[in-house]
């Protein structure tokens, strides 16, 4: 019988005042019964509208369909289809503003919780006993990926899935890019990063990690001595960007890539790491996105008092709802229509406090949001041990200084087609590298277009 309740299944989460002081996953999943009681509020529409929303094109009605049935690995064999990482997007991606935003259902209620069940049919198949994978047949061709985020990983799998000889080559000493330097454990376990990776080694993907693209070795190289056919260039945005404001070199301000690739990567939260880190007895982040949501939160984890400083006001800030709503009952404390000038130091060279002026809205900027602008002589002091910059990163320049014939934007990322194809041959790229911080569901779908695109390419000139 369908499910005609105008309200999503909730999804249980650790309490707000035992989580704000570990880091385990505050979302805990469904229940069997609560993912067949989701699903049967699916009304499998004909025209299937969340599918239009998705950019990886998950048949979503026909998963749902299955979960209802109780059909919980049929259901993950046709997620698997298209996406190469159900159980991450399942908990990271923005459905809200992508599948769940075409769902009839929320016409006149809430939508169909796609992203819930897409989580909990992952998790259900990740629990059952491992099978075999039995690799493809190699075709004989050797093709290269630099960076192991999303856009790498889905491009690596769906090549590897054709038979080509992959190797993703990473910077970092652990695979994953932002999926796991980025994203917090308590949103993103990495045991399940690991998973999905050790999958694609499964597949007979090789991960040299510790290999910096522009100094290790060059794109140039990869193709000229190392015999790479073709090559993907998913390096990401991992350059932070700064206000330049005065104090903002001053011991206690970091940008979010340094507090959480230390946080996540080294877990620099724990007694005795060898790279500690703190946010002290205040912290403010500057910063309305995810990344500012994910380092308040781990700053609050840390022990701190939080602030998020946010130019505009609530009803602007880019970062994902449920993430705002779950800082806000973790404790941290928003000042919106505020933005930071300028950041005091102590007797010591430490952060004493941050200056911030008043804001209010104007006319809509490029962004076609309103444009703050700064109050007159509407300033006051915030104090703080800590500042974390999280307004934006761009792409690092270190790909594009060594890489000959090679366009860019003027603000770093890569000019690529709609088909990844930057404008030397037989490179393709995609994902933040190309367009800047975005999701990752739209860097995997960036990196299985380029993946169809180069196994044209290399078929065509075999």
Same mark, same amino acid.
């Not at 403010?284 to 006001?313: H, P, Q, S």
């Not at 809205?361 to 002589?377: F, T, Y």
């Given at each position: 019988?369908?499910? @005609?309740?105008?309200?999503?299944?909730?999804?249980?989460?650790?309490?707000?005042?035992?989580?704000?002081?570990?880091?385990?996953?505050?979302?805990?999943?469904?229940?069997?019964?609560?993912?067949?009681?989701? +699903?049967?509020?699916?009304?499998?529409?004909?025209?299937?509208?969340?599918?239009?929303?998705?950019?990886?094109?998950?048949?979503?009605?026909?998963?749902?369909?299955?979960?209802?049935?109780?059909?919980?690995?049929?259901?993950?064999?046709?997620?698997?289809?298209?996406?190469?990482?159900?159980?991450?997007?399942?908990?990271?991606?923005?459905?809200? #503003?992508?599948?769940?935003?075409?769902?009839?259902? $929320?016409?006149?209620?809430?939508?169909?919780?796609? $992203?819930?069940?897409?989580?909990?049919?992952?998790?259900?198949? #990740?629990?059952?006993?491992? %099978?075999?994978?039995?690799?493809?047949?190699?075709?004989?061709?050797?093709?290269?990926?630099?960076?192991?985020?999303?856009?790498?990983?889905?491009?690596?799998?769906?090549?590897?899935k054709k038979g080509y000889d992959v190797t993703i080559f990473e910077a970092?000493?652990?695979? &994953?890019?932002v999926l796991s330097y980025g994203i917090p454990e308590f949103r993103l376990?990495?045991?399940?990063?690991?998973?999905?990776?050790?999958? /694609?080694?499964? /597949?007979?993907?090789?991960?040299?990690?510790?290999?910096?693209?522009?100094?290790?070795?060059? %794109?140039?190289?990869?193709?000229?001595?190392? &015999?790479?056919?073709?090559?993907?260039?998913?390096? $990401?945005?991992?350059?932070?960007?700064?206000?330049?404001?005065?104090?903002?070199?001053?011991?206690?301000?970091?940008?979010?890539?340094?507090?959480?690739?230390?946080?996540?990567? @080294?877990?620099?939260? =724990?007694?005795?790491?060898?790279?500690?880190?703190?946010? &002290?007895? =205040?912290?403010?982040?500057?910063?309305?996105? #995810?990344?500012?949501?994910?380092?308040?939160?781990?700053?609050?984890?840390?022990?701190?008092?939080?602030?998020?400083?946010?130019?505009?006001?609530?009803?602007?800030? !880019?970062?994902?709802?449920?993430?705002?709503?779950?800082?806000?009952?973790?404790?941290?404390?928003?000042?919106?229509?505020?933005?930071?000038?300028?950041? =005091?130091?102590?007797?010591?060279?430490?952060?004493?406090?941050?200056?911030?002026?008043?804001?209010?809205?104007?006319?809509?900027?490029?962004?076609?949001?309103?444009? !703050?602008?700064?109050?007159?002589? +509407?300033?006051?002091?915030?104090?703080?041990?800590?500042?974390? @910059?999280?307004?934006?990163?761009?792409?690092?320049?270190?790909?594009?200084?060594?890489?000959?014939?090679?366009?860019?934007? =003027?603000?770093?990322?890569?000019?690529?087609?709609?088909?990844?194809?930057?404008?030397?041959?037989?490179?393709?790229?995609?994902?933040?590298?190309?367009?800047?911080?975005?999701?990752?569901?739209?860097?995997?779908?960036?990196?299985?277009?380029?993946? #169809?695109?180069?196994?044209?390419?290399?078929?065509?000139?075999?």
């Amino acid at each position: 019988m369908a499910n @005609m309740s105008l309200k999503k299944n909730e999804m249980p989460v650790q309490n707000p005042e035992v989580r704000n002081t570990n880091f385990d996953e505050v979302a805990l999943g469904y229940t069997e019964e609560q993912a067949i009681d989701e +699903a049967k509020r699916c009304l499998h529409c004909k025209n299937k509208p969340c599918v239009s929303g998705c950019p990886v094109k998950i048949n979503i009605p026909d998963f749902i369909a299955q979960v209802a049935d109780g059909n919980f690995e049929q259901a993950y064999k046709i997620i698997t289809e298209s996406s190469s990482l159900p159980a991450i997007c399942g908990r990271v991606c923005p459905q809200e #503003n992508q599948c769940e935003a075409k769902c009839v259902r $929320g016409i006149k209620g809430e939508p169909v919780a796609i $992203g819930r069940l897409e989580r909990f049919v992952a998790d259900w198949h #990740n629990s059952q006993p491992e %099978v075999p994978v039995e690799k493809p047949v190699s075709n004989g061709h050797k093709v290269a990926v630099i960076g192991s985020g999303p856009s790498g990983l889905a491009c690596a799998s769906d090549l590897a899935k054709k038979g080509y000889d992959v190797t993703i080559f990473e910077a970092l000493h652990v695979a &994953g890019g932002v999926l796991s330097y980025g994203i917090p454990e308590f949103r993103l376990p990495k045991s399940i990063v690991q998973k999905e990776i050790d999958g /694609l080694k499964d /597949l007979g993907v090789k991960i040299e990690t510790n290999t910096v693209i522009g100094k290790t070795v060059s %794109v140039d190289e990869l193709i000229e001595e190392y &015999g790479f056919e073709s090559i993907f260039i998913g390096s $990401g945005a991992g350059l932070p960007r700064f206000m330049n404001i005065k104090g903002e070199n001053l011991n206690g301000v970091y940008s979010a890539n340094e507090f959480l690739t230390r946080i996540n990567l @080294m877990k620099a939260y =724990k007694t005795g790491s060898v790279t500690p880190v703190q946010a &002290g007895r =205040k912290a403010v982040i500057v910063g309305g996105g #995810n990344v500012a949501m994910d380092a308040a939160r781990c700053a609050k984890r840390l022990g701190a008092e939080v602030y998020v400083v946010y130019r505009r006001t609530e009803n602007e800030l !880019p970062a994902r709802a449920e993430e705002v709503e779950h800082a806000k009952e973790e404790g941290i404390i928003f000042k919106f229509l505020t933005n930071p000038v300028e950041i =005091k130091a102590d007797e010591k060279g430490w952060v004493k406090s941050i200056v911030c002026q008043e804001q209010k809205l104007s006319e809509p900027d490029a962004s076609g949001r309103a444009r !703050p602008v700064p109050v007159p002589d +509407a300033f006051f002091e915030i104090e703080t041990d800590s500042v974390i @910059m999280a307004i934006g990163t761009s792409p690092n320049p270190l790909i594009k200084s060594t890489t000959a014939g090679l366009d860019t934007q =003027k603000w770093g990322g890569i000019i690529a087609d709609e088909n990844g194809l930057t404008s030397k041959q037989g490179v393709y790229a995609g994902g933040d590298a190309v367009t800047g911080a975005a999701t990752v569901i739209l860097a995997m779908g960036a990196g299985k277009t380029s993946a #169809n695109a180069i196994d044209e390419y290399i078929k065509s000139n075999s």
